[in-house]
């Protein structure tokens, strides 16, 4: 028996770079997954792709899925423009947002159901399919976030009414995930952290994955503490190394047992390789490098992001619900039909 899930599952995506070969590769993954997630929800992947790219993937995924171009939205972050072209497009109340290369299967759609059921948004967590060297490394940065709180998943569980009273969240940041849980509990939204589902990725490339570097580090700009933290690393170690050895290996060996504390967390040693917590020292150290170089990209305007720069990571929770309080009753009025 085939079970169905009263739940919109949108996947955003641009698939515009690589080469044929590595492309036709991802299609035949991305149809195989689609077609079996078309079993248990409907499904709407908003395709920003270039016109023969788009063709080509609506005549491999439409048997199984709508398949749309982005709505006319503003804004530079067309994750987000495509995340919420189709929340409007949706047929269900609960909404899945996925990135491309998180998969889910019916266990954990099913889990983040039940919590949308009494909640607004649910923040699942993602765990790498696969383990090569990059993602070991940035796996260690997973855990540690989720020895401290949670981690930032690709993927996220909604009430599609909650976005469209907020009329969605902005599209002109970087870190969109950060923008969308403010701007919901700015709303007064019920936020759920899901640490026990955890939501299979496909690891990126490697090119991908440093290309990331600096651009993941900036979003610290709008986390100010995590900046200064960040800023810190690498003065400090370079002190420590000069004049105490030992405790620049004790802080390593501390980073090492929370990272471990991270993977222990919530049933994560099932599926995290035992080696990861180790990379963590070596994170922390590229993060403080990458995290000064992010800080001049700010005196210059901004983070460079598809030929453009973008200057806010994301907005403060007091800017949110100043936005929030002078959103025209009208337009809340608009994005509810």
């Not at 972050?77 to 019916?106: F, I, P, S």
């Not at 954990?108 to 009494?118: A, H, I, K, P």
């Not at 949670?150 to 969109?176: C, H, I, K, M, Q």
């Not at 580090?217 to 690498?234: C, K």
Request: with cysteine.
């Amino acid at each position: 028996m085939i079970v169905r899930l009263p739940v919109e599952v949108v996947v955003p995506l641009r698939w515009d770079g690589g080469d044929d070969a590595a492309h036709g590769a991802d299609l035949l993954d991305m149809t195989s997954y689609l077609a079996r997630l078309a079993r248990h929800a409907d499904v709407t992947v908003v395709d920003g792709s270039r016109p023969d790219r788009f063709a080509e993937h609506r005549k491999a995924w439409q048997p199984y899925v709508r398949h749309v171009a982005p709505g006319p939205l503003p804004g530079i972050n067309g994750k987000v423009v495509g995340a919420m072209t189709g929340v409007h497009l949706a047929r269900h109340e609960l909404v899945v947002l996925a990135d491309d290369d998180v998969r889910y299967d019916l266990a954990t759609l099913v889990d983040v159901v039940v919590l949308l059921g009494d909640a607004d948004l649910v923040r699942p967590q993602n765990v790498f399919s696969s383990w090569p060297w990059h993602a070991r490394w940035d796996g260690a940065r997973s855990l540690l976030n989720r020895a401290v709180a949670a981690d930032w998943p690709g993927t996220f569980g909604v009430r599609r009414s909650a976005l469209r009273r907020t009329s969605g969240w902005d599209a002109d940041v970087l870190f969109e995930n950060l923008e969308l849980v403010r701007t919901l509990r700015a709303a007064g939204a019920r936020v759920v952290d899901a640490p026990q589902i955890l939501v299979p990725r496909r690891p990126p490339t490697t090119a991908h994955f440093l290309n990331q570097r600096v651009r993941q580090a900036y979003d610290d700009v709008a986390q100010p503490w995590r900046l200064a933290w960040a800023l810190l690393t690498v003065p400090t170690a370079a002190v420590l190394a000069v004049r105490r050895p030992s405790a620049l290996l004790g802080a390593g060996v501390a980073l090492v047992g929370l990272a471990e504390a991270g993977r222990k967390r919530a049933g994560a040693d099932q599926v995290v390789p035992a080696d990861v917590p180790l990379w963590a020292p070596a994170w922390v150290l590229e993060r403080g490098v990458c995290s000064w170089i992010a800080l001049g990209a700010l005196a210059r305007g901004g983070v460079r992001y598809h030929g453009r720069r973008l200057r806010t990571a994301a907005h403060s929770p007091r800017a949110l619900r100043r936005r929030l309080a002078h959103l025209p009753e009208t337009e809340q009025l608009a994005v509810r039909t």
